[in-house]
């Protein structure tokens, strides 16, 4: 099967034709289908929905990461975790929809670096157990998912999470199931080393992040 996006960079106009191999259909059957559709459509559009810069807090701080294997949850488009690759991770990125991860396959070709993908749905996926020196889950709010990412790193592994919190509902209509509530990551991650906290408000949104080191013991 085939499909064509029209994806700009840097203001030109490449024409990309994808094609989704029959050792896919397996993993795609595997994700939620209406999530997969709708996520699918988002995606489906010239350019990045949400820009193919990574955020600010990952930027800022990739440095302190420790180099390795890098996990990227709920890759999207691929804007974190082709950064990381930038950078010299390793990295591997999973989400519902292929046509993002065939997005952050062409980005990651738009910057000279490989990185591996998978369709699945995480709401029905388990981690792999003391496997990655670094994990980022970025505006994807999963909550039986934390657990699951403390134990899918390394002793010393960092994980990097950043997502809308309570504060988001003075800006915007959001479901609150969705939202971090007040200090949520530290009582999540209480067991962890902080090494970096924020919660973020400009009066246009508001959101926490933070970046945590799992015990060498």
Known sequence: MFSCLNVLFGGSRKIIFLLILAVFIPTIASAAPKDQSRWDKHYDIDGFLFGSKPIRFLKENANLLPK???????????????????????????????????????????????????????????????????????????????????????????????????EYLRYAHFSRKYLLEENELLEIFKDFKVIRYQAYDDGKEAYSSIIVQKPWQ
């Open 68 to 166: 390795g294997r890098a996990l990227d949850l709920a890759m999207g488009e691929g804007r974190n975790g082709v950064y990381l690759a930038t950078q010299g991770f390793d990295v591997l990125g999973l989400d519902i929809s292929p046509v993002g991860l065939n997005k952050a396959h062409q980005l990651a070709e738009h910057n000279k670096v490989k990185i591996e993908t998978r369709v699945v749905d995480l709401e029905n996926y388990q981690l792999e157990k003391n496997a990655y020196d670094v994990i980022i889950c970025t505006y994807y709010m999963q909550r039986d998912l934390f657990g699951q990412i403390m134990e899918s790193l390394k002793p010393g592994g960092m994980a990097l999470v950043e997502t809308y919190n309570i």
